[in-house]
């Protein structure tokens, strides 16, 4: 079971910004899905995940990019050819 | 080049950007009008992924599948409504609103790709791309009663795909018919060196409708608990066509289907917990305050810019990836999804294909489906198709409570040709 804090906590590690007043709808419905998942408890781990393919990476070699302004054609905050961001700190 | 006249009564809302004209050249699907569900790239036409936090973007690139397309003379008509990024059965979770079922219009057209299957089911356009991460292109096909393919994991460029969730998801056709179904294949497969899960195993193929001596396996989990017992005796009638036409029908079992459903959720909540951290309002989308700090900047642009379920999904698969818990869901996800696969490639050591329904109901009420849990679980026949990377198709094998029912037919990796085949059988057997 997770409570409203825990819920409350991981909407703020995930940056999704929800109100006080959607809390218990979504907590509630968090619950209901975990229980559901629990139902992975009973698989065994000595399966190995994933699979035996590769990753295909293609060789290091300095490809034409868009255009800068193209770029950032979907931006209002911009400088100097840079996005401006929030402040981090 | 030449301009396509097509209708632009979109009285089913499915579509959320129509253009006003479709330009088509020489090519295979010259003359053809096509639809492009919203979550892939059209340079300079708006893209949402139905979602108010892309409202307005215009990528700068078209994604591959749309040059592909644009260079074998099809001419887009339009981007389709869906789910917001792909997250739901039934196209109601849509910043756009919902999409109508053209076959009955209190009903929903199936989700996510729910606006590219109403656009080929009012006749709107002929063929549409759709995308499928746990069922987005099959579900719609078979609620709205037209034809669906998920591709082999691999087949088909994800290239200028908007990921939702990279291992489980593939661009694919959806059309009115079979044959317009393997034509469109035939433009899409093939290498892209810019998706590095891309591989080079080309489509160029004929349907053919013998399958005598062909195995097809029965899993008893496809007609098991939460499966309209209506739906299962209309997909059973479907199979024994098939049977008449000289195939051999075996039944089986698929015991890791028990995990299906909760190993899909917690490996595509996982996958969209990242790889929506990039809708920040910085590079596109409304934009970020700068006077504020990053996190309020960020909290507050994904407030107001993602729904519900968006939201839903992207705490779930924080959740299960955060220390402490990973081993609990992540981990023991990828352990249920290596058995899918292990199940599957036992079973195809007996059988050529895997037959049955598409989605265990018709296509539900708007509005009917209110709780997450339930509508997650709609999708238990066909998440398992993404979990082990092979190809499916749903068909169109007759109605219940006069509502569309689809036929699943999935196969072997890389034997997208196959279920072609039997989709097309079946198809030829049904108008004859």
């Known amino acids: ?73 979907n931006t209002r905050e911009k400088e100097d050819g840079f996005f401006r961001a929030p402040r981090v700190m | 080049m030449e301009t396509l006249t097509f209708t632009r009564d979109d009285r089913y809302n499915a579509f959320i950007t129509m253009l006003d004209k479709a330009e088509t050249g020489p090519g295979k699907l010259s003359g053809i009008g096509i639809a492009i569900k919203d979550n892939i790239s059209t340079r300079g036409i708006q893209t949402t992924c139905a979602s108010r936090i892309l409202e307005g973007y215009l990528p700068p690139y078209d994604a591959h599948v749309v040059t592909l397309v644009k260079k074998a003379g ?160 209309v997909v059973w009638d479907g199979i024994s066509l098939l049977e008449r036409k000289g195939a051999d029908i075996i039944t089986c079992r698929m015991p890791s289907m028990a995990y299906a459903l909760a190993a899909y959720y917690v490996t595509c909540t996982s996958e969209a917990s990242s790889n929506l951290a990039r809708f920040d309002g910085v590079r596109y989308g409304p934009p970020a305050d700068t006077r504020q700090t990053w996190h309020e900047s960020f909290q507050e642009r994904r407030r107001d810019g993602f729904g519900t379920e968006v939201k839903r999904r992207i705490m779930l698969g924080t959740f299960a990836l955060s220390s402490g818990y990973y081993g609990k869901y992540y981990a023991k996800a990828q352990a249920a999804r290596q058995r899918v696969r292990n199940d599957f490639l036992r079973l195809f050591r007996e059988v050529d294909v895997i037959a049955g329904p598409t989605m265990p109901t018709v296509a539900f009420r708007i509005g009917e489906k209110t709780d997450p849990l339930s509508m997650y679980l709609s999708d238990i026949l066909t998440v398992p198709a993404n979990l082990a990377g092979i190809p499916a198709i749903s068909v169109p094998c007759g109605t219940s409570e006069g509502l569309p029912v689809g036929l699943q037919i999935m196969g072997p990796h890389f034997r997208d040709e196959r279920v072609i085949d039997v989709a097309y059988a079946f198809e030829q057997g049904v108008s004859r």
Do not use: W
């Not at chain 1, 959607?22 to 899905?33: S, V, Y």
């Open chain 2, 74 to 233: 099809a001419g887009i008509v339009g981007k389709t409504n869906m789910d917001e990024f792909g997250m739901g059965t039934t196209t109601e979770n849509s910043a756009f609103g919902p999409t109508k079922n053209p076959a009955d219009t209190s009903r929903v057209p199936g989700g996510s790709s729910g606006g590219s299957a109403a656009a080929i089911a009012s006749g709107m356009v002929r063929m549409a791309l759709g995308t499928d991460t746990g069922g987005s292109i099959r579900c719609p096909a078979a609620f709205c009663g037209i034809v669906g393919h998920k591709p082999t994991y691999g087949r088909v460029s994800r290239y200028g795909l908007v990921a939702y969730a990279n291992s489980l998801e593939q661009i694919g056709p959806m059309a009115r018919t079979v044959s317009d179904i393997s034509l469109l294949m035939e433009v899409l497969a093939g290498h892209d060196p810019r998706d590095s899960t891309s591989v080079n195993c080309p489509y160029a193929h004929i349907p053919d409708p013998d399958v005598r001596g062909l195995k097809i396996g029965v899993p008893e989990e496809y007609f098991g608990e939460g499966v309209d017992p209506r739906v299962a005796s």
């Open chain 1, 1 to 73: 079971m997770v409570s409203e804090k825990d819920v409350a906590h991981i909407a703020e590690l995930a940056d999704i910004g929800i109100e006080k007043e959607e809390l218990a709808e979504f907590t509630g419905r968090f619950n209901e899905i975990l229980d559901y998942f629990d139902i992975l408890d009973q698989v065994e781990q000595e399966t190995r995940g994933g699979t035996d393919l590769v990753n295909i990476f293609r060789d290091d070699i300095v490809e034409d990019s868009l255009p800068g302004d193209e770029v950032l054609a």
